[in-house]
């Protein structure tokens, strides 16, 4: 079975930090790009942040850029999103998601990619 599953999410004080997990199973991420979105309350599903297959090209919103940052370990089937300097409007779930397509300085749109997963949920709050 072909799954993504995303971990580390939690309850942090603003200005706190958490590092996301999305691991996969049942296949390897190596040849993917993968992004990090997540949904709000209310509001709809907001691109964060994409690294290319090889983990030698990243982008990330306006929103997160300088606070948050995506990396991957190929070798352990992960990539991760460390997030600093959390606020209470980083309040959502946050979702990572694998597919095929680069698009360079842009954020992939969620349509591009071909695997997500369920979701963690990450609270910023005092």
């Known amino acids: 079975q072909l799954q993504l599953v995303e971990s580390g999410g939690g309850l942090v004080q603003p200005g706190g930090s958490l590092r996301l997990s999305c691991t996969a199973s049942?296949?390897?991420?190596?040849?993917?790009?993968i992004g990090w979105f997540r949904q709000a309350p209310g509001k709809g599903r907001e691109g964060l942040s994409c690294?290319?297959?090889?983990?030698?090209?990243?982008n990330y919103a306006d929103s997160v850029k300088g606070r948050f940052a995506i990396s991957r370990d190929n070798a352990k089937n992960t990539v991760y999103l460390q997030m600093d300097s959390l606020k209470p409007e980083d309040t959502a779930v946050y979702y990572c998601?694998?597919?095929?397509?680069?698009?360079?300085?842009?954020?992939?749109?969620?349509?591009?990619?071909?695997?997500w997963g369920q979701g963690t949920q990450v609270t910023v709050s005092s």
């Open positions: 998601a694998a597919g095929k397509i680069w698009y360079g300085d842009y954020i992939t749109p969620p349509e591009e990619f071909d695997y």
């Open positions: 049942g296949f390897t991420l190596d040849v993917y790009t």
């Open positions: 690294i290319s297959s090889t983990g030698s090209s990243r």
